[in-house]
């Protein structure tokens, strides 16, 4: 699965938990300062990443991640763990 691809469905992903339209969500965007993310939809948004790559993450190291960008970065480096 290539980048374009993982940014896509993070992105959908995000838009469901939030409930925001799709073009308020860049790959700058940063979870707390630009998309308003509180704890409980932190949780939420990486329930919902785990249920849409079929992924069990590290909670502790995913509420590290802080915009859309390291998001993709991060499960794409899961995904590519898994394969190996």
Known sequence: MDEREIQQRIVKVICQVLNLP?????????????????????IALMTGFEREFGIEME??????????????????????????
């Open 22 to 42: 799709p073009e308020k969500v860049t790959r700058r965007s940063n979870f707390i300062f630009d998309l308003g993310v509180e704890s409980t939809e932190s």
């Open 59 to 84: 909670h502790e190291d995913a509420l590290q991640v802080q915009t859309v960008s390291e998001a993709v970065d991060f499960i794409r480096k899961y995904l590519q763990r898994q394969v190996s």
